[in-house]
């Protein structure tokens, strides 16, 4: 039998299942424009104040 655990936790671009210090790396990359696409939380182009506010919600957070 085949399990595929899948999983999206939005924030956690390392793919590690948390929300950490390494992903807040990425998000700052984002937010400078670099790779839009995994930080843009409301799809609207930008990483700006608005997909922050989601991320920081997100920080510290373990998806179990
Ligand atoms: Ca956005």
Redesign the pocket.
């Known amino acids: 039998m085949l399990f595929f655990d899948l999983h999206r936790l939005y924030g956690d671009a390392t793919g590690d299942r948390q929300v950490d210090a390494a992903d807040f790396l990425a998000f700052r990359l984002a937010y400078l424009g670099v790779n839009l696409a995994t930080y843009?939380?409301?799809?609207?182009g930008?990483?700006?104040s608005?997909?922050f506010l989601q991320f920081r919600t997100r920080f510290l957070t373990v998806f179990v």
């Open positions: 843009d939380y409301d799809g609207d930008v990483v700006n608005n997909d």
